[in-house]
């Protein structure tokens, strides 16, 4: 009997101590390749030192204003072809209004530019505004369902609708506005039907999503074929030095929606 | 027992209530749904008619998460014809009657799912002038 219980106390003394020290012996022994890992996904989220690392397809696009102004009946255009392929609800009462891409006047669309003399144009026209598809995307981070999120393969933020519960966090996250709340019935809303698209019910939000039903077959976005003859707006890889988008965005100076807050929008506008 | 006057009748009533349902039925449980089989006439399903009984909303859950989620929009191929996943674009081609098929055996099983709460069934699609 006393030998037995000699042997568990034993036992149970080496167990206590591996257990104390297996922390620190895994943390010795952890592999090189594990802790470069870890560096690489620090690296790679870029906080606070440099750009990020172009890898993989980034979907991106630059509008170029100056193809548009004086011009709304063609952003009217690409909204309605938009809207139409998408099945978005109308409803006449502003506070209602379902939106995947619109026009808004400059100091709405970029709060950060305004400045005391800007130049005529600026106040005659007005600009698109859409989804700009963050690369650190608030609304994501406070989806509690994850109902939305970034779909790594492309960088597009994607809603599944299945999952949104209405609480409307990500409304209060985005900080470009971009998502609608359906407070009604989409479908009596509706004019015409695209019969391969969904429509969404009474309860969830709703926003633009880069045409990624659209992309597979092959298709631009439906806002970019609807002004292809104008080429007002470039759809392409960011991460692709050859691509078209890069190559204006290399030429040309472009601004951003609230770059100050970090989102890193994946819109980009000539005015 | 004590008041097995009033204990046993009560029982009784309320085993007779209970069932109800049943003995007001004529211990039937309906007519049996007979969904409507594809009338453009096509045989084969995604999967074999068995599973497809079994486990439709599975498929489709996973195809929901394959195509939203994971970007695998990778069409199907049945008897040549391929089909785009999706409720819209491969159920609702050859079922094309959702009154007749889906809710068939939904009404009879009291299962409400809510699919055509934001999917376009045929008869939505009919409604309307489309793209």
């Known amino acids: ?271 | 027992m004590y008041n097995k006057k009033l204990i046993i009748p009560g029982l009784i009533i309320f085993v007779v209530l209970v069932t109800s349902p049943i003995w007001y039925n004529g211990l039937q449980a309906g007519p049996m749904p007979k969904p409507e089989l594809p009338p453009g006439g096509e045989q084969n399903c995604v999967r074999s008619a068995a599973y497809m009984r079994d486990n439709h909303m599975v498929l489709l859950n996973e195809w929901r998460d394959d195509v939203l989620r994971n970007g695998n929009r990778v069409s199907i191929t049945v008897d040549g014809k391929e089909y785009r996943k999706g409720l819209q674009l491969a159920c609702m081609k050859c079922h094309s009657n959702k009154e007749k098929f889906c809710d068939s055996c939904h009404e009879y099983t009291s299962v409400k799912p809510y699919c055509w709460d934001c999917h376009l069934s045929p008869a939505d699609i009919a409604s309307k002038e489309t793209l």
Request: hydrophobic share 35%; charged share 25%; aromatic share 10%.
């Open chain 1, 1 to 271: 009997m006393d030998k037995q219980r000699r042997k568990f106390l034993k036992i149970a003394g080496a167990t206590a101590l591996a257990g104390v020290s297996a922390p620190a012996v895994v943390k010795l022994t952890s592999t090189p390749s594990l802790a470069a890992s870890d560096h690489g996904a620090a690296a790679g989220h870029g906080d606070s030192h440099g750009e990020e690392q172009p890898t993989g397809i980034r979907y991106g696009m630059v509008i170029d204003m100056r193809k548009l102004y004086g011009k709304p009946e063609l952003m009217d255009k690409a909204i309605e072809a938009c809207h139409s392929v998408h099945n978005v609800p109308h409803f006449e009462d502003k506070k209602n209004e379902v939106k995947w891409i619109w026009k808004m006047p400059f100091e709405n669309v970029f709060p950060d530019h305004s400045v005391y003399y800007s130049a005529k144009i600026k106040e005659e026209n007005e600009y698109f505004a859409l989804c700009n598809h963050c690369d650190h995307p608030p609304c994501v981070r406070v989806c509690p369902t994850k109902a939305t999120f970034k779909m790594e393969a492309t960088g597009i933020v994607a809603m599944d609708y299945h999952r949104c519960i209405g609480c409307r966090f990500c409304m209060m996250g985005c900080p470009y506005g971009a998502r609608s709340f359906n407070w009604f019935d989409a479908k009596p809303n509706i004019k015409k039907y695209n019969p391969d698209f969904s429509a969404r019910t009474r309860g969830v939000v709703e926003k633009c999503n880069f045409c990624a039903e659209r992309l597979p077959l092959g298709k631009e976005p439906a806002c970019v074929e609807a002004l292809k003859d104008t080429g007002a707006i470039v759809f392409g890889d960011l991460n692709d030095p050859h691509s078209e988008l890069r190559k204006i965005l290399d030429k040309e100076p472009t601004i951003q929606r609230k770059p100050t807050l970090g989102t890193k929008p994946s819109i980009f506008y000539i005015v």
